[in-house]
């Protein structure tokens, strides 16, 4: 069965300072895995997805994800953290040829001035 | 192209009465999704709809819930008899249904229950 594992529930960086967010998934085919970025009272939106091609996947704003099979991770890091950042993440794993997404706990980031 | 649209926004309600909440999936898409969010919580799953068809509702409490997806219009998310527990952010979701295909969302319907 699938499952995915968000280390940290909440992540504070100062403005500037690279971020990392934590995501370990566990799954016995292939998966797909996605980042969605959630701001307070918004919907999700695609950050970006792995869908077994390129093992660094560039996303939206900055984000990129890197997919590591050896360690059963794919963490979303981006260089320099801005204020509009501060939100919450949620690490998105789907068993290929299924319909069931499975949604991580989600991390908040707090983005310091 | 209009993404997945979701009304209301809001939703006030008085204990006993029902919620319709309405979604419009994206262009193109016939695989919708409903989710709730409770405050400082995940998203739990709820239903997974296909046009005309549930394809599963293991999420969906078994009494005062329901949902549909017609051949004509969109989604509904029917709640009858709301309870305070019932209060939260409901979000719906569409894909084309392609395999591995992201899940384009809605912005929700924060739904209170006075």
């Known amino acids: 069965a699938q499952s995915v594992t968000q280390l940290d529930s909440h992540v504070s960086v100062s403005e500037g300072t690279p971020v990392l967010l934590r995501c370990n998934y566990s799954?016995?085919?292939?998966?797909?895995l996605f980042w969605y970025v959630q701001h307070p009272n918004k919907g999700l939106q695609l950050l970006l997805k792995y869908t077994s091609a390129a093992t660094l996947v560039k996303g939206i704003n900055g984000f990129e994800a890197e997919f590591k099979k050896s360690e059963t991770s794919f963490h979303l890091t981006k260089p320099s953290a801005h204020m509009s950042d501060a939100a919450e993440y949620f690490c998105v794993v789907i068993k290929g040829g299924t319909y069931k997404y499975i949604f991580g706990t989600g991390t908040r980031l707090k983005v310091l001035a | 192209n209009a993404g997945v649209m979701q009304n209301p926004r809001h939703l006030v309600r008085r204990r006993g009465q029902e919620a319709r909440l309405r979604c419009s999936p994206m262009k193109g898409h016939s695989h919708v999704y409903w989710y709730r969010q409770l405050p400082e919580e995940g998203l739990k799953f709820m239903v997974y709809?296909?046009?005309?068809?549930?394809?599963?509702e293991s999420g969906m409490p078994k009494e005062r819930f329901s949902a549909e997806f017609p051949k004509e219009g969109p989604s509904i998310l029917r709640i009858q008899q709301v309870v305070r527990g019932d209060s939260a952010a409901y979000f719906c979701?569409?894909?084309?249904?392609?395999?591995?295909?992201?899940?384009?969302f809605g912005n929700g319907t924060r739904l209170t229950v006075t």
């Open positions: 799954s016995s085919y292939s998966p797909s």
């Open positions: 979701a569409s894909s084309p249904g392609t395999e591995n295909s992201p899940l384009h």
């Open positions: 709809l296909q046009k005309e068809n549930i394809i599963d």
